[in-house]
């Protein structure tokens, strides 16, 4: 109860700020903490998440409370009285849901003042950005107004709002968890996961959300049972990447912090190689190619009626969608397998893959966001280095790594091979058993909203 109540005071203390809730459920997750108490007096153990005060992005249903995807379009019926099997599981597991986060609409898109919904904030500035699409999660779980929370990712959205944030963000392979019950972005690329304080806290929701549903056609009967978190790496092949992960408007302290985090790595058992990623170009592209036909083909019937309730970014981005052909979708799908191909070669020369998460700290919005609200696309991809594990569908974990001179998060990426979460989150906990990045946490400002 203890936990429950502090995460509540602190909503009441920085969310107007922060942004970080749609909906708050504070009577429930009072009573859900209630009952928790007494189910652990009573001798009835769920496991690490029981009684945990948990965040829920508001694009996966929940009995509690209506869906929104942060949109006026989506129809408030969607999802209603159901759970999303994710949201099932860790309920199951006793977690204490305090509310459903904010996102950007429909999981892809920029903020939009000019619509009736709070515009999320970085705590640790919050006149920059918190990282998107799981935005309020990543915010929720920095300024302690939960300790773990669910996101997904379809070109980055645990792992950007996890490193802007300077929280541990994990992106499942592909299938491990189920993704029924969740607003679709790109069918073939979402992904849903967890971001918390630890790579540890990770495993534990993992633990949780991992197995087969029938209801998601793409879910896989892999089941996740957390590694022993030793500390030693030793054995364990490191490849590092630098290639395209350095571009010249890096944060200056970007490569010094980088080498600082491999060389703990190093120092903790792990052998060390370069590695280059094969076809990254390529899987840049395909990336947005799918998640743009994709989004435009369940949406296509609301754009062409409500095309002003959409936030500007969100139909820009969705417009991208009516410019593909179908010859070059199916290319990007082709293309895909050959890079899935190549990177699973890759894996059997070396166990984990790093590189930096971001090159920068987290952007004051207006660096990201053109004339009339639109997203600077090149902009925005110039600094994020997420999109290629989606199109791949490896796991991927990003975990804290130091601040740039301004005090923002910098954040690497462990990335492994398909169902390879075991080795990531390893050597993530190696990492962060050396190290207190992800213990920082910021003072969130107290902000008139605008």
Same mark, same amino acid.
């Given at each position: 109860?203890?936990?429950?109540?502090?995460?509540?005071?602190?909503?009441?203390? @920085?969310?107007?700020?922060?942004?970080?809730?749609?909906?708050?459920?504070?009577e429930?997750?009072l009573?859900?903490?209630?009952?928790?108490?007494a189910?652990?007096?009573?001798?009835?153990?769920?496991?690490?998440l029981?009684?945990?005060?948990?965040?829920?992005?508001?694009?996966?249903?929940?009995?509690?409370?209506?869906?929104?995807?942060?949109?006026?379009?989506?129809?408030?019926?969607?999802?209603?009285?159901?759970?999303?099997? /994710?949201?099932?599981?860790?309920?199951?597991?006793?977690?204490?849901?305090?509310?459903?986060t904010?996102?950007?609409?429909?999981?892809?898109?920029?903020?939009?003042?000019?619509?009736?919904?709070?515009?999320?904030?970085?705590?640790?500035?919050?006149?920059?950005?918190?990282?998107?699409?799981?935005?309020?999660?990543?915010?929720?779980v920095?300024?302690? =107004?939960?300790?773990?929370?669910?996101g997904?990712?379809?070109a980055?959205?645990?792992?950007?709002?996890?490193?802007?944030?300077?929280?541990s963000?994990?992106?499942?392979?592909?299938?491990?968890?189920?993704?029924?019950?969740?607003?679709? $972005?790109?069918?073939s $690329?979402?992904? *849903?996961?967890?971001?918390?304080?630890s790579?540890?806290?990770?495993?534990?929701v993992?633990?949780?959300?991992?197995?087969?549903?029938?209801?998601?056609?793409?879910?896989?009967?892999?089941?996740?049972?957390?590694?022993?978190?030793?500390?030693?790496?030793?054995?364990?092949?490191?490849?590092v990447?630098?290639?395209? @992960?350095?571009?010249?408007?890096?944060?200056?302290? $970007?490569?010094?912090?980088?080498?600082?985090? *491999?060389?703990?790595?190093?120092?903790?058992? /792990?052998?060390?190689?370069?590695?280059?990623?094969?076809?990254?170009h390529?899987?840049?592209?395909?990336?947005?190619?799918? =998640?743009?036909?994709?989004a435009?083909?369940?949406h296509?019937?609301?754009?062409?009626?409500?095309?002003?309730?959409?936030?500007?970014?969100?139909?820009?981005?969705?417009?991208?969608?009516?410019?593909v052909?179908?010859?070059?979708?199916?290319?990007?799908?082709?293309?895909?397998?050959?890079?899935q191909?190549?990177i699973?070669?890759?894996?059997e #020369?070396?166990?984990?893959?790093?590189c930096?998460?971001?090159?920068?700290?987290?952007?004051?919005?207006?660096?990201?966001?053109?004339?009339?609200?639109?997203?600077?696309?090149?902009?925005?991809?110039s600094?994020i280095?997420?999109?290629?594990?989606? #199109?791949?569908?490896?796991?991927?974990?990003?975990?804290? =790594?130091?601040?740039?001179?301004?005090?923002?998060?910098?954040?690497?990426?462990l990335?492994?091979p398909?169902?390879?979460?075991?080795?990531?989150?390893?050597?993530?906990?190696?990492?962060?058993?050396?190290t207190?990045? @992800? $213990?920082?946490?910021?003072?969130p400002?107290?902000?008139t909203?605008?």
């Amino acid at each position: 109860m203890a936990l429950t109540e502090a995460a509540i005071a602190t909503a009441d203390a @920085h969310d107007d700020a922060l942004g970080t809730y749609l909906a708050r459920f504070d009577e429930y997750a009072l009573e859900r903490a209630a009952a928790a108490d007494a189910e652990l007096a009573s001798g009835v153990d769920r496991g690490p998440l029981h009684g945990i005060p948990f965040g829920v992005k508001d694009i996966l249903a929940m009995a509690e409370g209506p869906t929104t995807a942060q949109s006026l379009v989506l129809d408030r019926s969607w999802g209603a009285d159901k759970d999303a099997p /994710a949201v099932a599981r860790v309920k199951a597991a006793g977690a204490v849901i305090t509310g459903k986060t904010t996102t950007m609409e429909f999981a892809c898109g920029m903020p939009d003042a000019t619509k009736p919904f709070p515009v999320p904030r970085n705590p640790w500035d919050p006149e920059t950005w918190p990282g998107g699409s799981s935005s309020g999660t990543g915010s929720g779980v920095a300024a302690g =107004m939960f300790l773990a929370g669910l996101g997904t990712d379809t070109a980055g959205s645990i792992r950007i709002p996890a490193a802007f944030c300077g929280v541990s963000g994990l992106m499942p392979t592909f299938g491990r968890v189920p993704k029924s019950g969740c607003v679709p $972005l790109g069918y073939s $690329l979402d992904h *849903i996961g967890p971001l918390a304080r630890s790579a540890k806290d990770c495993a534990a929701v993992l633990e949780v959300l991992a197995g087969l549903d029938p209801s998601d056609p793409d879910c896989v009967d892999a089941p996740f049972a957390a590694p022993e978190f030793t500390g030693d790496l030793t054995g364990m092949r490191i490849g590092v990447v630098r290639e395209h @992960h350095f571009p010249a408007d890096s944060d200056p302290a $970007l490569e010094s912090t980088f080498d600082a985090a *491999i060389a703990v790595l190093a120092e903790q058992g /792990a052998t060390l190689v370069e590695v280059t990623l094969p076809y990254w170009h390529e899987m840049v592209t395909a990336d947005m190619i799918t =998640m743009g036909c994709e989004a435009l083909a369940y949406h296509r019937t609301d754009l062409a009626s409500r095309w002003e309730d959409y936030f500007v970014a969100t139909r820009a981005m969705m417009a991208v969608g009516a410019m593909v052909s179908g010859a070059d979708y199916v290319q990007a799908q082709r293309v895909r397998r050959v890079a899935q191909d190549a990177i699973g070669r890759l894996f059997e #020369t070396v166990d984990v893959i790093v590189c930096p998460t971001t090159s920068v700290g987290a952007p004051k919005f207006g660096e990201i966001t053109g004339p009339g609200g639109q997203t600077d696309v090149d902009r925005l991809f110039s600094m994020i280095h997420t999109p290629y594990w989606d #199109t791949v569908g490896n796991p991927v974990l990003a975990v804290p =790594m130091g601040f740039t001179a301004a005090g923002l998060p910098l954040s690497l990426q462990l990335a492994g091979p398909a169902f390879g979460e075991a080795a990531i989150l390893r050597a993530g906990d190696a990492f962060q058993q050396s190290t207190d990045w @992800h $213990l920082r946490v910021p003072q969130p400002a107290v902000r008139t909203a605008a």
